[in-house]
């Protein structure tokens, strides 16, 4: 039959695994903004009315070389070859300020800029020795081509004086202006389909990047550097933080996250195991990667219970943790989530159905079965007071074990 793939229904085929699943528009919209956005934002305001702080032009001449050595740190440490490639560039950035930033090395900078941010918010993590180090290459070969102008212009420049036509309003000349509307687009649309820290991050820094070019005023400037920097560390700090308490695969919180959340749990407070039921046959009849669109979907339904938090426990297995709901609300909504999953029909399909005009053709044909289905079996516990959270999951799990002796496709509560 050859390769199986999993058709589900509208929302439930994809799950993006570096963001939490069922976010609202409204959520998402904030995730865009924090905290890499009110990053910049900070900068921005401190940009506009810093002049009128004591010292503030003292400071801002060292901002940027503590946030590029902070972050430096920070890639060489977590191996973060896209953090490192940009803070190259913002680097040359900074130079371009203390140099004297020459209106005719504008254009060339702002390339830069756009080639090795989007590379940044588009690309994969590979490390330090990653095709990142040639991207910051070629970036500092195109800044490095105008070097000499340094020399012959004085500081500050008069950007918006001396451009011209429809992008006047951006105070870059045109191809400066075409590459960095370029990288808004493509890094918001990277920070959207792949909800990454550092895509939104380098969103940000091109943001703070495109002001420090313009503005007229050092301090100024050498802030929005400094801003810019701050964006790509926050961004590369939220993407490390993800990778650590969300699960790869669901998007769901792990069980790191779990066992901290765990810690916090006041008594009285129910807590679910649940457990797919017969999924390593199932794994093993249909391959892994049907597999994954079965947990998948297992954590989607779960994501969609009211009042609970779901995790990514291990495996096949989840667990649900109800913050003020009593626990027969708790167990009413639990059997709903059971029947959910029950209730979630999908069809495999083979994979080597021919592509092009006569795929579509040959759709019903492909199928294989009726519908298929899989279930779960949920044991839930009460916390007690002083109970320890691993006492607690145990309960929880044995309950679970007894669900599935019983017969599975059921939920227990723990009687202990």
């Known amino acids: 039959m050859g390769s199986v793939h999993l058709g589900f229904p509208r929302y439930l085929a994809v799950s993006r695994a570096s963001e939490p699943i069922l976010q ?83 254009p060339i900078l702002a390339a830069a800029l756009a080639v090795v941010l989007i590379s940044a918010g588009w690309a994969r993590e590979r490390g330090l020795r990653g095709w990142y180090m040639a991207t910051t290459l070629v970036g500092l070969l195109l800044v490095g081509t105008g070097l000499g102008l340094l020399a012959t212009v004085s500081y500050p420049a008069t950007a918006a004086a001396s451009t011209t036509g429809p ?24 920070s959207v389909v792949r909800a990454d820290g550092v895509a939104q991050g380098a969103l940000w820094a091109t943001v703070a990047g495109w002001g420090a070019l313009v503005i007229d005023e050092r301090a100024g400037a050498l802030t929005l550097v400094a801003g810019a920097m701050a964006a790509m560390v926050a961004g590369t700090l939220e993407s490390i933080y993800s990778a650590a308490y969300r699960d790869a695969l669901t998007g769901l ?17 129910i807590v679910a195991m649940i457990d797919v039921d017969h999924f390593k046959q199932f794994n093993d009849t249909h391959g892994h990667d049907t597999g994954d669109q079965v947990l998948r979907l297992v954590a989607w339904r779960l994501a969609e219970v009211p009042g609970a938090e779901a995790f990514r426990y291990g495996g096949e297995e989840f667990t649900l943790v109800f913050g003020g709901k009593s626990p027969v609300e708790a167990v009413t909504l639990l059997e709903a989530a059971r029947g959910a999953v029950a209730a979630s029909k999908f069809m495999i399909r083979s994979g080597d159905r021919p592509k092009g005009k006569g795929g579509k053709a040959k759709r019903a044909r492909d199928r294989v079965g009726h519908g298929l289905s899989v279930t779960v079996s949920i044991g839930a516990a009460l916390r007690k007071e002083g109970e320890h959270p691993a006492a607690l999951l145990k309960r929880a799990d044995e309950a679970l074990y007894a669900a599935k002796e019983a017969g599975r496709d059921r939920v227990l509560v723990s009687k202990g």
């Not at 503590?66 to 560039?89: K, M, Q, T």
């Not at 000349?173 to 890094?187: C, D, K, S």
């Not at 792990?254 to 901290?260: G, K, N, P, T, W």
Request: glycine fraction near 10%; hydrophobic fraction near 60%; aromatic fraction near 10%.
């Open 167 to 190: 992008f006047a309003w951006t105070g870059l000349p045109e191809w400066g202006a075409i590459a960095l509307l370029v990288a808004v687009v493509a890094l918001l649309a990277a």
């Open 253 to 269: 919180p792990s069980r790191r996250a779990l066992d901290e959340r765990l810690d916090t749990l006041p008594p009285g407070v």
């Open 24 to 106: 609202t528009p409204l959520s998402r919209a904030l995730s865009l903004v924090v905290p890499e956005g009110l990053v910049v934002l900070a900068a921005v305001l401190l940009a506009r009315f810093g002049a009128s702080i004591t010292g503030f032009a003292q400071v801002a001449e060292w901002l940027p070389a503590i946030l590029l050595l902070a972050g430096l740190a920070i890639s060489w440490r977590f191996g973060r070859g896209r953090l490192f490639a940009a803070l190259v560039l913002l680097a040359t950035l900074w130079g371009w300020v203390l140099g004297g930033s020459p209106f005719e090395l504008t």
